[in-house]
């Protein structure tokens, strides 16, 4: 819990620490499937009657599933703090088994199979993960299959939310104008007796192939890069941060400003790091006409070989500023500082100090981040994917 005297909005969230990656592979998808249900119906509210409850709050009520982790989180106003507590407990412990709401969030899930299947960036996405880490847990779809929702019944989901919501298994946070005493209260009734601990997972091994997907329809050639980076907890991590600063991620960003600014191959590049707890990756991805694709791909791969020999001072400093700037504009949010706050708790151990992050962005020199780019930013050390019209997406490798 984090006491903010004099904020209007609270934020509060129960983050479960068994993600889809920890779905027994004949069930892939069951956590997502348990995160659906928990805003279907829950406690003693029905369909109906949990809407209502969720508008009057005003706010934003939401469940995601993340490969690592699921959770819950309310945002409100102060005033409403009781109710919203008293739903997000409501959310995580007892959410609808009852076949027909099974069978509905089975049909919506699939319609969700069919969004992704029907949309190349997705697509791309995905195969981007396999060519990383090939049939490793982490690089499974989210939620499931046709095939693994089909073997999705009422008393199996039941089951395997009774091994989510467990003790050691969970942390909850609050952060606004809150009281101890009135927090706890609400809270007791989940299991948080004991501190969350996080579950093993097979070790990641990086497999840097590369996924050439043909698609009919399909006017554009979506791309993506991936190289392999840094464990969420390593202490390099905002070096990583400033390097993707510079590389892709802004308007004044080497490869945006190369693709987009300049040579006008896109509409939109981008680069962005994936950090899970066993490793990670950084990844660029752009979407471009099939005649521009070739020329796309080679700039890309001359920036990333150019940013280790010319990246400048003031490219650091820029990103510095930005991302500093960037945090305390979250500092000001109740529902990022519960975000900031839990990730901390659970990858490094420790509760969320801005200042200690400012430090550590501060103290990132130019030399770090070239000295990271060197190890990382390896263009004969890629994984990659591709997905296009058929024979226009060369194959790259």
Sequence with gaps: MQSIPGRETVAAGVWITRGAAYDPRPIAGATHLVEHLTLRKCGTHDRRSLALAV???GG?????TSSELMGVSVNTT???????????VDAVLSPTFEPGDVELERRVTRAELELVADDPAERVGEA???????????????IGTM?????????????????LVRPGGMVAAVVGDVEADE??????RLPLGESAVVPELPPLAWRG??????REGTDQVHARLAFEALAVSDPRT???VILNRTLGDGASSRLFQRLREEEGLTYDIWSGPVLWRLGGFLEVGWACAPQAFADSWRLVLDELVRFSRDLTEEEVEVAKEGILRGLRMDMESPAALCTLDVGEVLERGRRFDPEVACRELQAVTRDDVLQLAAEILRPDYRASAVCGPEGAATRVA
């Design 55 to 57: 508008d009057r709050l």
């Design 60 to 64: 934003e009520v939401d469940a995601w």
């Design 78 to 88: 102060i005033d409403a703090l009781d109710d919203a507590l008293d739903l997000l």
């Design 128 to 142: 981007l993960l396999k060519a990383a880490w090939g049939e490793h847990p982490l690089a499974r779809p989210v």
């Design 147 to 163: 095939e693994t929702l089909d073997a999705l019944t009422p008393a199996i989901l039941r089951d395997h939310h009774a091994a």
């Design 183 to 188: 927090v706890v209260s609400r809270l007791a």
């Design 209 to 214: 192939s590369h996924l050439d997907l043909s």
């Design 238 to 240: 905002p070096a990583l």
